[in-house]
């Protein structure tokens, strides 16, 4: 089994774990020292205190938003997704937005973000003149279908 390694940068920092066996998601936590109110509207950098190395070079590391939190409140990453780089040695830190219509607060040691670490597909790249055709073709958006 591969190991990610994970170094408590503040010893208040909790080590990410899964809620459930079958959790595909590592939980980070918040690391405050006092509550933060993030207003509608707000978006805020959270530390959480950890750095981490990957086992493999062709690893990334993606944060995402934990789904109680957007779903009920509004909150989500103010990115999207995160993407940790390989070879990044410096803080995780998670950026929140509150896209709801009430103030949300995040306690010290609250669950912000959901990590996952998968391996990459290593490719080089090729300028071509043309590409394969496909059923598809070059049909966007809704293009296979309304619903």
């Not at 109110?37 to 070079?57: A, K, R, Y």
């Not at 957007?70 to 040695?89: A, E, F, M």
């Not at 950026?95 to 009430?102: F, I, K």
């Not at 670490?117 to 490719?123: C, E, G, Q, S």
């Amino acid at each position: 089994m591969d190991i990610l390694k994970i170094q408590k940068l503040d010893p208040k920092a909790i080590a990410p774990v899964k809620a459930t066996i079958g959790s595909a998601c590592f939980d980070l936590h918040a690391l405050l020292e006092e509550a933060y109110v993030l207003q509608p509207g707000d978006h805020h950098l959270f530390h959480t205190g950890l750095s981490i190395e990957m086992p493999t070079d062709d690893c990334v590391c993606l944060l995402f938003s934990r789904s109680g939190m957007g779903v009920k409140h509004g909150v989500t990453l103010s990115n999207s997704v995160g993407v940790i780089d390989s070879d990044y040695r410096g803080e995780l830190c998670v950026a929140l937005v509150n896209h709801g219509d009430e103030p949300y607060t995040v306690e010290p040691e609250d669950r912000i973000a959901q990590m996952m670490v998968i391996k990459t597909i290593p490719l080089e790249i090729a300028v071509v003149e043309a590409l394969n055709e496909t059923e598809r073709g070059t049909g966007g958006f809704g293009s296979t279908g309304s619903k």
